[in-house]
C-alpha cells in the first residue's frame, strides 16, 4: 500500500525504535525524566526560545497557548480554515471560553491590514467594553488546509507587528515548520522569533511516533505546565517517546527536501491530466490538494488498487508525501492516478 491521507502515518525505523528502546526514562509529571528535559532544552534552542514542553499532540499544545493568552470572553484572530479553527473540535470554545475571528486569507496567508480591519479599535467616545477583548494572533505555518503553502517572513513581521502594536500576544501553529524551514532555508528560530509561543510537532514529517512541543518564555511554559496536567497530557516515563523525537530531529529535517520533491512532481504531472484540476500554486512543500469530478470513486478504486488517500470536498483530494513514500512510490501512485481517472472520470 502507498498511504498519502497523511505524513502522521509514518511508522518508527529500525534505527529509532532502538533509540527509543535505549531511552532513559524518569516521571516527566516530575520533570525529572532526562530525555524529555534533553528534548525540552533542544526544541528551544532550535527555536531561539527560553523554555519548552513536551506535550502528546499539536492540538494539545495549541490548546494550552490558547488558554495561557486569553481569558473566558475574549477573541482570537486567525485564518478561516486554521487547524485551531477547523480540525481541533471547538477546544477554544470549549477549553478557555474564546471566539475565534477568521479571516479568509490568501492561500492560507493574511495581511497586517487584516489584522486591523478584524480588530475593533473604539473611538474615545465609546466605553472600551462595548467590545469583546482581543487578546491573540495565532498564524499557521505551513498552512494545512490551503496545502502546506508557506508564510512569507515578511507578511508574518509585518501582521504580528501590527498585533502587537494593537496589544495581541501572538502564537504560531508550527506544525508543519520543519517543512518550511526546510523548503525556503530560513532558519526556524528566525521564523519563531515573531512569537511569543511556538507549538512543533515531530510525528508529522520527521516520523516520530508521538508529540509535540510548545515553546516560550520559561515563565510562560511553566505556567504552561498546569494546563498540560489540567488537559490530560502528564505523561509518566515519557522518555521513551521523547527519544523517538529527538531521533526525528538529528536524522529527518534534511530529507524533508524529498517529500516536497515528490510532492512537486505528483502534482505536476497530474496537471496534465484533463480530469484533474491542480492549483500548482499551492503545492509548496508535502502536501498537494487535487479536484475531480467525482473524488470519492477516485479514492475508493485507488485503494482498490494500492493507493490510500483522502477525499476532502465535493471535489477535492489530499495526498501528503512523508518519508515512507519514494520516489518510485511516487511514480506509481501517479501511474495509479492517471489509470483510475481514465478510466471512472
Known amino acids: 500500500m502507498i498511504d498519502l491521507r497523511s505524513d502522521t502515518i509514518t511508522t518508527p525505523s529500525s534505527a529509532m525504535r532502538s533509540a527509543i528502546a535505549d531511552a532513559i526514562v524518569g516521571d516527566d509529571v516530575y520533570h525529572d525524566d532526562p530525555t524529555v528535559n534533553r528534548l525540552e532544552e533542544l526544541v528551544a534552542g532550535l527555536l531561539g526560545k527560553q523554555a519548552a514542553m513536551y506535550v502528546p499532540t499539536g492540538t494539545m499544545s495549541n490548546q494550552i497557548a490558547v488558554r495561557m493568552h486569553t481569558q473566558p470572553g475574549d477573541s482570537v484572530v486567525l485564518e478561516a480554515t486554521a487547524h485551531i479553527a477547523a480540525h481541533e473540535m471547538g477546544g477554544a470554545a470549549h477549553h478557555s471560553g474564546v471566539t475565534l475571528k477568521g479571516i479568509t486569507g490568501r492561500l492560507g496567508v493574511f495581511d497586517a491590514e487584516d489584522v486591523l480591519n478584524q480588530v475593533p479599535v473604539p473611538h474615545p467616545s465609546l466605553p472600551s467594553y462595548l467590545f469583546e477583548p482581543h487578546t491573540l494572533l495565532c498564524i499557521e505555518n505551513t498552512h494545512n488546509e490551503a496545502g502546506g503553502t508557506i508564510w512569507p517572513l515578511e507578511t508574518i513581521d509585518?501582521?504580528?507587528?501590527?498585533?502587537?502594536?494593537?496589544?495581541?500576544?501572538?502564537?504560531?501553529?508550527?506544525?508543519?515548520?520543519?517543512?518550511?524551514?526546510?523548503?525556503?532555508?530560513?532558519?526556524?528560530?528566525?521564523?519563531?522569533?515573531?512569537?511569543?509561543?511556538?507549538?512543533?510537532?515531530?510525528?508529522?514529517?520527521?516520523?516520530?511516533?508521538?508529540?509535540?512541543?510548545?515553546?516560550?518564555?520559561?515563565?510562560?511554559?511553566?505556567?504552561?505546565?498546569?494546563?498540560?496536567?489540567?488537559?490530560?497530557?502528564?505523561?509518566?516515563?515519557?522518555?521513551?517517546?521523547?527519544?523517538?523525537?529527538?531521533?526525528?530531529?538529528?536524522?529527518?529535517?534534511?530529507?524533508?527536501?524529498?517529500?516536497?520533491?515528490?510532492?512537486?512532481?505528483?502534482?505536476?504531472?497530474?496537471?496534465?491530466?484533463?480530469?484533474?484540476?491542480?492549483?500548482?500554486?499551492?503545492?509548496?512543500?508535502?502536501?498537494?490538494?487535487?479536484?475531480?469530478?467525482?473524488?470519492?470513486?477516485?479514492?475508493?478504486?485507488?485503494?482498490?488498487?494500492?493507493?490510500?488517500?483522502?477525499?476532502?470536498?465535493?471535489?477535492?483530494?489530499?495526498?501528503?508525501?512523508?518519508?515512507?513514500?519514494?520516489?518510485?512510490?511516487?511514480?506509481?501512485?501517479?501511474?495509479?492516478?492517471?489509470?483510475?481517472?481514465e478510466t471512472t472520470m
Not at 506544525?175 to 507549538?199: C, E, H, K, M, Q
Not at 502528564?234 to 531521533?247: D, H, P, S, V
Not at 505528483?266 to 503545492?283: K, N, Y
Not at 494500492?306 to 476532502?312: F, I, Q, S
Open 158 to 341: 509585518a501582521a504580528t507587528t501590527t498585533a502587537a502594536e494593537l496589544g495581541l500576544a501572538t502564537h504560531l501553529d508550527g506544525a508543519r515548520l520543519w517543512n518550511a524551514s526546510a523548503a525556503t532555508g530560513i532558519d526556524p528560530a528566525r521564523y519563531a522569533s515573531a512569537f511569543d509561543t511556538v507549538s512543533v510537532c515531530f510525528s508529522k514529517g520527521l516520523g516520530a511516533p508521538i508529540g509535540s512541543a510548545l515553546v516560550g518564555d520559561a515563565d510562560f511554559i511553566e505556567e504552561a505546565r498546569r494546563f498540560k496536567q489540567m488537559f490530560g497530557g502528564g505523561f509518566r516515563q515519557a522518555g521513551l517517546i521523547a527519544a523517538g523525537a529527538l531521533y526525528a530531529l538529528d536524522h529527518n529535517r534534511d530529507r524533508l527536501l524529498d517529500d516536497h520533491a515528490n510532492a512537486t512532481r505528483f502534482a505536476t504531472t497530474l496537471s496534465r491530466i484533463p480530469a484533474i484540476t491542480v492549483d500548482l500554486e499551492s503545492v509548496q512543500t508535502n502536501i498537494v490538494y487535487f479536484d475531480v469530478d467525482d473524488p470519492v470513486i477516485v479514492v475508493d478504486t485507488c485503494l482498490s488498487e494500492g493507493l490510500a488517500m483522502l477525499v476532502l470536498g465535493p471535489t477535492r483530494i489530499r495526498a501528503v508525501f512523508h518519508l515512507d513514500v519514494s520516489a518510485a512510490d511516487t511514480d506509481a501512485a501517479i501511474e495509479i492516478v492517471r489509470r483510475v481517472t
